[in-house]
């Protein structure tokens, strides 16, 4: 669908009034590997994750997040872990390869605030 | 063969008329991994493809495509699934390795609409 | 918490009298590859490891560390094997993939001292 | 040998004519990814492969290359199957590692014509 | 030991005569990929190997390495081979990842000279 289009890949200024201040598109230095994505990605499946209310539209002004000299957000986190988290939060599915260890991916979860529990208990949707 | 050839290497500006205004060479940006590819390889299997549509001749007015700092085309989703869908564009076949979540790869194929309904039950060419 | 999502990302200059002199992101280039942490995750598993010693407050004045081009502190070992180890800086847990040896990684926690033998034998914190 | 040595590190202007014509080193941008290697290793497996076409003394003037921003090749191919196919063309021998799908580097091998039919039937050096 | 931590990672000028003519620190970029070592690591295990005498104190006058843009020295062979070769130069074991074929490290290992016929039978240090 155009909506489905229009997600990840256009952004017309006028569609919105935040974004006049806010970048649509963010870069994470992740560990020392780089990740593109949107901020609607990063905020879109649990608006109370880390990642959330590092980039969501009513970020605290005490934040402090650190960039690198290309101007990406800096996470001292492992990328090899973070990977399929981001998809996580771009699908909606948690997707594991042969090669990575699902405890690695637990900890990312759990680092970033992805392991609700407040959700019911049979909500399969959640990480763990 | 020397069409074969062609198609991937070298490009005769007098080959097309469409040449003088599109560059041949895209390189796209997906979740942070640049992937360097040509007009007709993203646009050649499927003319009804979300890529298709982006980077064809007939491109919508109205779209709206982001690039990075380097000019290369931003899209929001994993380059670990993205590589196998770019090479089914380029030779017609999909390939998996060992180390990739095939699950992964269909999340992929739905986003850019790459899993064609129209096509008949037999029509093994088709990724789903 | 609150507490944890400042460990990693945000660094605030007020917090510590140390922070006006080092840096807290710290850029290592291990054999050819780079990864990007911070001090405190260097220093806080072990504080008699090699690379607390380098990174850590009271760092020797005789010490001295190369760098390359890019300010990044030249590591002469394995990143592959390397990778691990780091994140069990990050959060104290050794995870290992399928895909590495796990002698490497044991190499490597050698190399940086980070297999202590002064804890208790039924500490199962340490990595041998 | 000196021989040896000298094939793949160094190279002496003085050799040959056409070196004053055709820089040794070549870089090709496959798929993104960017190989380096030698015209000679290029041209040096089968003098009718399309990469010995592109990359030997002989070349056709009517060959049209393109190349990226800093000057490699640009090939529209993916990166994982040519390096199987790159260090076959160093030292004669097709070696897959096990997270490679070798359908794939069969794909990459008919591509770059590297799969000769006129090889005697029991002549093992042939890819297929 | 103090002496562990120094061979990799600082490096006194007045430790050594020929410091002030060969930086200790090498870049190599093998088939495109960048490594970072040291002289001391390319040239301690095997004095005949041909990574040490292209990097040893005693190089020969008539050697001519290429260097890309960046100064690297210039290596025509497969960084995925490599690797486990120049982890072995660091600290004497040859370790291989699951992933990556034995064959293809043996490849590297007779090219640079790393498969001594000279030692005794029973030097379980020789990489063959």
Redo the contacts between chains.
Sequence with gaps: SKE??N??????PSNGTSACFLS??V???V????????RS?LTQQDSHS?LA??FGEETDVS????V?DNGA??????P??F?PL??YL??G?L???????P??VL?EAK?FGLTSKSQAPDDNSSIT
């Design positions: 489905t289009i997600k990840g890949h256009s952004r017309n649509e598109w870069t994470l230095n560990g020392g590997r780089i990740f593109t994505t949107t990605t880390m209310r590092m934040w402090h997040s650190s690198d957000y800096l996470i001292d986190r492992s090899l872990y990977e981001l998809n771009r699908h599915k997707l594991l390869d042969k090669n990575v260890n405890e690695g900890e680092f």
